[in-house]
């Protein structure tokens, strides 16, 4: 038995960190990893910590160590750093604790003198970023709308500018977060300007209209956002139909068709690691929040408090 501390979500309205004694026995090839940090997703951990997964998903969204089911109690969490006692850096998809035993097969062993471990932590949005470019066939003389500047918006904007290449521009309303953005040299969308292709990063049905009501005829409209259990309202009484727009989603698990020739798991998860080589994602890292306080940060989330920050990061 090992003694944990972990985080858990007791039910719609609280959450608190356990300290559990867990067999780790019954685990093949066994990895043993002290946390470093861990990054919230705060779109799907906000509707999780609200009891917002619909019901017949709850399978489809278990991820790896999950302890505790949807409706209450659940440890929840996807991306997680961690330290072998000999001194190896590891991205795993584990909940938030402090302790973890894993299989090594679901470990991806990285240099920490080639990536930050702080920065190792966007191994799993940036698959997410990969997909959506993927799915919108993006090419350099795109120009290109992304709205919503949270942690998978952010880490996309940029990935489009200095991978890919082509025009970006960010939408955002939260003022705060504009300055920031200006400040990290990205330009910012007025009214005026229609798009080849736009991203929905907003978790907001408002992002999306904003989105269908700014794309080009024949564009494409990639919607990243999940909206659980809430309903989304949309207006496509306008340029929708009369516009022949497409609204493409795209999620993280699956490898779009097209691209299972090329790519498996592993080597997108290499892609990754080479663009976390080669780019700039620290900036984005806005919030370092203690282990301990997470109970109190998912406090203020469920009271939609605004949130001024691109990434949060926990550390341990």
């Not at 940090?37 to 997964?53: D, Q, R």
């Not at 402090?98 to 003198?113: A, M, R």
């Not at 009214?191 to 794309?215: M, P, R, W």
């Not at 940060?297 to 605004?306: A, G, L, M, T």
Request: charged share 20%; aromatic share 12%; hydrophobic share 35%.
């Amino acid at each position: 038995m090992t003694t944990v501390k972990a985080f858990w979500h007791n039910n719609k309205n609280t959450s608190e960190i356990k300290t559990e004694n867990i067999d780790f026995s019954d685990i093949d090839q066994a990895v043993n990893l002290s946390a470093r940090y861990s990054s919230i997703s705060l779109g799907t951990e906000k509707l999780v910590a609200k009891g917002e997964i619909p019901i017949d998903l709850y399978h489809k969204m278990k991820v790896n160590y999950m302890a505790g089911s949807f409706d209450f109690p659940v440890k929840y969490g996807y991306s997680l750093v961690g330290e072998t006692e000999d001194s190896r850096w590891a991205h795993v998809m584990h909940p938030h604790q402090n302790k973890i035993t894993v299989n090594d097969h679901d470990c991806y062993f990285f240099s920490q003198e080639k990536i930050d471990p702080i920065v190792a932590t966007q191994f799993s949005n940036l698959e997410t970023v990969i997909n959506a470019i993927w799915t919108s066939k993006i090419i350099q003389t795109d120009v290109v709308l992304v709205c919503g500047a949270g942690s998978i918006g952010v880490l996309l904007a940029q990935t489009i500018k200095k991978y890919i290449g082509a025009t970006v521009y960010v939408h955002e309303t939260n003022p705060v977060k504009k300055e920031k953005l200006k400040d990290l040299g990205f330009d910012l969308c007025t009214n005026k300007i229609e798009f080849d292709i736009t991203f929905n990063v907003s978790a907001n049905e408002k992002g999306l209209q904003y989105c269908i009501d700014h794309t080009v005829e024949e564009g494409k409209i990639i919607e990243l956002s999940w909206y659980g259990n809430n309903p989304v309202v949309l207006q496509l009484g306008g340029n929708f139909h009369y516009k022949r727009l497409q609204i493409i989603s795209s999620q993280v698990s699956a490898i779009p068709n097209e691209k299972k020739e090329t790519y498996n798991f592993l080597t997108r998860k290499q892609l990754v690691e080479h663009l976390l080589t080669t780019i700039d994602y620290k900036s984005f890292i806005s919030n370092i929040i203690p282990f301990d306080q997470l109970p109190d940060y998912f406090d203020q989330i469920r009271k939609n408090q605004p949130n001024n920050d691109f990434i949060t990061i926990v550390k341990y």
